[in-house]
Nanobody
Framework: QVQLVESGGGLVQAGGSLRLSCAAS????????TGWFRQAPGKEREFVAG?????????RYADSVKGRFTISRDNAKNTVYLEMNSLKPEDTAVYYC????????????????WGQGTQVTVSS
């Protein structure tokens, strides 16, 4: 089992920044790929960013966040981060981290482990 806990959400003005953290416990997290997803009210959950297991040299981003968000991992801390810059009101959502073994995926049904989510609200 892998347990995931997100933190770092909050209220920020448009143009601001936040860093989300996804702390993992349980199995050796190093070998697990992690994805960040978000869900806004009335909308489906959508992929935001993903990072491969291992050293995390392979990353992937949704077009809507490319150039603004950066995913990274610190295997010594069993933590994956999502650095979010130039935030927009349309980034407002509950952000979830999810894990699966090694390879990046971009659809939620490919991930077996999920955190509880953290709210990000961007005011205009």
């Amino acid at each position: 089992q892998v347990q995931l806990v997100e933190s770092g959400g909050g209220l920020v003005q448009a143009g601001g920044s936040l860093r989300l953290s996804c702390a993992a416990s349980g199995r050796t997290f190093t070998n697990y790929a992690t994805g960040w997803f978000r869900q806004a009210p009335g909308k489906e959950r959508e992929f935001v960013a993903g990072i491969r297991g291992g050293s995390g040299g392979n990353t992937r981003y949704a077009d809507s966040v490319k150039g603004r968000f950066t995913i990274s991992r610190d295997n010594a801390k069993n933590t994956v981060y999502l650095e979010m810059n130039s935030l927009k009101p349309e980034d407002t959502a509950v952000y979830y981290c999810a894990a699966r073994y090694y390879h990046i995926a971009t659809t939620s049904d490919e991930f077996g482990y999920w955190g509880q989510g953290t709210q990000v609200t961007v005011s205009s």
